[in-house]
């Protein structure tokens, strides 16, 4: 038959980014271009046991359809874990668990987004939220993301508009691509704006558990609460094939929100939210999480040690925690063009474009630190460059 | 915050029936309200079984990140079990892994859905559907469904106009609510009209595995193969919890649907997918399936025999499988009203008006067969009949 499309999907194409994953699977290249959390992690032990007891137990719905809200339980113990953190109130009524946080993207893009609506997000910003919201054709306005997190002049400016946006996207901790944070005082100012121009927050935070130097800031969410959708997800830090994800709302969100997820697929994995519950009933989280970290940590000091023997006049970011660490190039050089001879070399990235509405700037990459050990950093960043040297 | 919301979610409200169920939730209720399978049959050793051995293999990556369109051997037992059971060649490269078949029709509409679209829907039509697909604001014609099918006639006027639907949805097998089936006479007519009108189908068929009189039917997806989306699930047959549906399309969806699926939720929780895979592997799933068959056969017949016995004149639909039957009350009984006095009487049923896309026919009812024993089926149709007889 005649194909046909929706208005929204006619342009669509594939993922850059996939791409280009598929081209770093070749098991000669050393790839820093992946996103994934390291598999030497995963506690496959401890999940068989909660798997087994859980299953064992035939009255606990485990494998029947389930509340679309999520297990209550697992969202008891999150909204636990916000007063322990961060000493935040929150009820877990306002907690919504979703299948992955990539989902509580579609989600509110779909409940609160219409086509042409203006949409701030941080430059560069996170790809997947840039994907997941294009679907609903907002009007991305891109705010620069500094060393201390948004670009408050910018995001004045913006704000000034009579028809401003009235939603913003953030990842305020070690973001993705670049591993910059906000800083306290940047997110105190941030909130400020959100309250005075009544502005509603997507505060992404999948990695601020990760932090392997200086101290954990609030949350943004804390500081506005009404103003606020936190995203939370447990795939950096347990175990990301679960698809195990939440949202944490304001009240004016929660019953829309909840309508959207279950036209979207009724519920997430009941079993699964009944074995991680399990899981982090039976064991500590935090010992967990610290040795993720320490680990992580040590490989980015691997990585910058080896930028700066490698790559001399680089510049780089210094992320205080999560995956991720971005490479500013000299001007003239192009991410893309340096992607093709880099991976004949055997390293692999992901060039910045992508990751910018406004897709002029090209002499940037993103590197993720987190899946490779010390000794293959080092030789990964001494192909790298070799790479820029033949460049320049 | 002053709230706000997209203007497609402007107006939704909570679905009447988690309203309907949470009610029928008291235990002295006999509820044919739920749509749930009967738990007696969730396979919790063997699940129990598969869960250990994936997770014992520390190299299968069950637990990391996985492919958007699923678990590669899940897909060719799917596309197997097609070619046994139909003599249908497909590939499993036209099969998507979704989180239930429910997020199927979510991603249906983001890539084929304009605001406006006429979009064609059997009547009384499955809620779930009209729900997901609402959210991209299609223009619903209803088609009734007759005891073999799609009305034609109807069918043909729609498509007689000039800017007809380019899209009909239906459940081919044992429909929720109605339990009717197309017969293979109106299954080829629907094919013709499909490739004749340029029209794509989403031929939705949970329950076909669950026949228990008759012969199974190709679906219409062999007839017209380039004009079907067909959806399937696990939810009916082996666990609903997982949340594992498909679907098969055509060449040409193939791409744009991975892409939506991607943007919504990355992929479907692949832990599970290898549970399953590894449970269909080691277990005889037609075995399985021929178990349920029996008893919901049962039941439906308890049922059958029941309605006879205490509501005389009341007509009903006598499904060939699945878990519905449907009551068509007196006209000037008005279900809605007839829900309020049966809960006060301690059995529940959901009333037929949301079904319907013009919603002026009031006097029907869907029971679900398939969550109570033959003694409880009998005595709550009794309570039923006596509900019936103090409203007319």
């Known amino acids: 038959m005649q194909p046909f499309f929706a208005q929204r999907f006619a342009k669509v194409e594939p993922s850059f980014i996939r791409e280009i994953l598929k081209v770093a699977m070749n098991p000669d290249v050393i790839s820093f ?8 992690f995963f506690p496959h032990e401890q999940l068989a ?45 306002n907690i919504l668990i979703t299948n992955g946080s990539q989902q ?10 219409n086509e042409g609506d203006n949409l701030i997000i941080e430059e560069p910003g996170y790809l997947g939220a840039i994907q997941a919201l294009s679907v609903y054709q907002p009007n991305f306005q891109g705010v620069a993301l500094n ?14 508009e009579p028809n401003h946006a009235r939603m913003l996207y953030g990842v305020t901790n070690f973001q993705n691509p670049t591993g910059l944070s906000y800083s306290l005082e940047n997110r105190q100012a941030v909130a400020e704006r959100l309250i005075k121009h009544d502005v509603l927050m997507i505060e992404d935070n999948p990695y601020g558990e990760l932090r392997f130097e200086g101290e954990h800031l609030p949350p943004i969410a ?4 009404d103003n606020v959708v936190l995203l939370g997800s447990f795939s950096k830090v347990v175990v990301p094939s679960f698809r195990l994800g939440w949202m944490l709302m304001p ?13 979207s697929d009724l519920h997430t994995n009941g079993f699964v939210q009944q074995v991680l519950h399990s899981y982090l009933q039976e064991n500590d989280l935090d010992e967990h999480i610290e040795r993720i970290r320490t680990v992580y940590g040590r490989q980015k000091v691997a990585m910058e040690n080896a930028l700066l023997k490698y790559c001399p006049g680089i510049e780089f970011t210094r992320p205080e925690g999560g995956m991720f660490l971005w490479l500013k190039l000299p001007q003239h050089i192009n991410a893309m063009e340096l992607f093709d001879v880099a991976i004949k070399e055997n390293v692999a990235f992901v060039p910045g474009q992508p990751f910018y509405v406004r897709p002029d700037i090209l002499n940037t990459a993103r590197l ?22 033949q460049v320049l």
């Not at 271009?33 to 030497?40: E, I, S, T, Y």
């Not at 804390?222 to 609460?225: I, Q, T, W």
């Not at 993720?368 to 040297?389: F, N, P």
Request: hydrophobic content about 40%; some cysteine; overall charge negative.
């Open 33 to 40: 271009a992946g996103g994934l959390p390291n598999p030497a």
């Open 222 to 225: 804390k500081l506005a609460p």
């Open 251 to 263: 009240d004016w969100l929660c019953q829309k929100v909840t309508i959207a997820k279950q036209a």
């Open 49 to 93: 046991v909660a798997s087994t007891k859980v299953l064992q137990n035939h009255s606990n719905g485990a494998l029947q359809y389930a509340a679309t809200e999520g297990f209550a339980p697992l969202r008891q113990y999150i909204a636990d874990r916000y007063f322990k953190q961060y000493g935040m109130q929150v009820s877990p009524d």
């Open 147 to 160: 060393d201390d997190g948004l670009d408050l002049a910018e995001l004045d400016t913006l704000l000034a």
């Open 104 to 113: 509580a993207l579609d989600l509110l893009g779909k409940v609160l987004v």
């Open 368 to 389: 993720s630190y987190a899946g490779a050990d010390e000794a293959t950093i080092e030789e990964g960043i001494k192909r790298l460059g070799r790479v820029i040297s």
